[in-house]
């Protein structure tokens, strides 16, 4: 059977700044240095299968939680873009480092900004629609020095960067994106207390959201008086619930702060990985793997009455022999939500590259591209060609 998608319909790959870039000082970088011993001594008390601990980093070593040089794509992705197009993809989702671009509070790094510039113009010449996100969880240290998102005054900050953005490269750029998973952010950093700044507070944690949402809000209304023709959403991180309590988790987690901005967003952007139910089978990570919640999600998104963008989904799967089913059976999933009404314009799988992934540092392997870490090299996966399949033919064959 062929399940056909819609002309125009976008397909591609996102990654994050801090993640895959390499070379970044942020409040990140610095709590790695803080943290690393700790995070590797705490793993060694946990039982790791032989593959993950044979791979470099593993979790046992220090330097696994030091982002470092990352995967260079800072300086590669031109040539990352170029694998991209070759799989087939038609949009890529990346986003910008606040703490390049204003290293120092309102000091703006013009070649920061070329940078950038060059990334945009580089997908623009291979085919490739920009999804600009303009803060995936990494502050500028002046900001992580005055208390980050707790602090009101972070909202003006952040809406100044936001404006300098859209002065200097919102003529290319069509979608942004203007804050990364707030409910994933404020939860592990001030609700768990396990991410910078590591301060447990429910006060705290209500503050950051509360900031977090007026921050989209101020930007929308400038970005929109700037560039009228600009779509401009949020990339919002969704579960599956099941079980006893699904409907309040449900309005809580999935669409809380979606409402909060509920005027002030041209798309909704979705980051879908699970369901807090069982599953056959599970990700490196322990994430189960069961595609059937994601059909339910798209659909409750209709609520907003507004195109709907899969801005992330994604499995970490070193061996690589989970991916390609994974891929297919959501794809299958996102089909079906659309069969039954959703929206939906675009699918980006998480991620193109090996990467980062925050507090478990680099063994969790997400990439289309494998990265391998002592050299660089990048080798395209298996299942990266069975995802470029459905984005060059823009059907999935099943
Ligand atoms: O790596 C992260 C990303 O930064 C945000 N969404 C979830 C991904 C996988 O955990």
Same mark, same amino acid.
């Given at each position: 059977m062929e399940l056909k998608f819609p002309k125009r319909f976008l397909w591609g790959a996102a990654t994050s700044s801090h993640q895959v870039e390499g070379g970044n000082i942020n409040d990140w970088s610095e709590w790695e240095k803080k943290n690393a011993e700790r995070l590797a001594r705490n793993a060694s008390q946990k039982a790791w299968p032989d593959f993950i601990l044979k791979s470099y980093p593993n979790p046992?070593?220090?330097?696994?939680?030091?982002?470092?040089g990352a995967c260079d794509h800072y300086n590669r992705f031109n040539?990352?873009?170029?694998?991209?197009?070759?799989l087939g993809h038609n949009a890529h989702?990346?986003?910008?480092e606040w703490s390049r671009i204003e290293p120092e509070e309102g000091k703006f790094d013009e070649k920061e900004i070329e940078h950038y510039r060059e990334v945009i113009k580089s997908l623009r010449e291979k085919g490739m629609e920009p999804f600009v996100t303009l803060w995936h969880w990494t502050l500028p240290l002046w900001i992580r020095d005055i208390g980050g998102w707790k602090n009101k005054k972070t909202i003006g900050y952040f809406a100044r960067y936001a404006d300098k953005m859209a002065e200097t490269l919102g003529g290319e750029v069509k979608f942004w994106i203007t804050l990364n998973e707030t409910n994933v952010y404020a939860g592990h950093s001030y609700f768990k207390g396990i991410w910078p700044p590591g301060k447990k507070s429910l006060i705290k944690y209500l503050c950051a959201?509360?900031?977090?949402?007026? &921050?989209?809000i101020a930007v929308y209304g400038s970005m929109k008086k700037m560039h009228p023709a600009a779509q401009i959403g949020v990339a919002q991180n969704m579960m599956h619930f099941t079980g006893f309590g699904a409907g309040i988790k449900n309005y809580v987690y999935n669409f809380f702060f979606l409402n909060s901005i509920r005027q002030h967003q041209d798309f909704i952007g979705i980051n879908y990985y699970k369901s807090d139910g069982e599953a056959k089978e599970y990700s490196d990570m322990g994430w189960p793997i069961d595609a059937k919640g994601f059909s339910e999600v798209l659909k409750d998104a209709g609520r907003y009455e507004k195109p709907l963008y899969v801005l992330e989904n994604g499995? &970490?799967? &070193?061996?690589?022999?989970?991916?390609?089913?994974?891929?297919?059976?959501?794809?299958k999933a996102m089909k079906k939500a659309m069969d039954g009404g959703a929206d939906v314009r675009g699918y980006f799988y998480w991620s193109l590259l090996d990467n980062f992934e925050w507090d478990k540092g680099f063994w969790p392997r997400f990439g289309l591209v494998e990265i391998?870490?002592?050299?660089?090299?990048?080798?395209?996966?298996?299942?990266a060609l069975e995802y470029a399949k459905i984005c060059k033919e823009n059907k999935l064959i099943i």
């Open positions: 046992l070593q220090e330097e696994n939680y030091i982002s470092g040539e990352d873009f170029d694998i991209a197009k070759s989702r990346f986003s910008i959201n509360h900031h977090l949402s007026r &921050a989209h499995i &970490a799967d &070193a061996k690589d022999d989970r991916r390609g089913n994974f891929i297919k059976e959501y794809i391998d870490y002592k050299n660089l090299e990048r080798k395209v996966r298996p299942s």
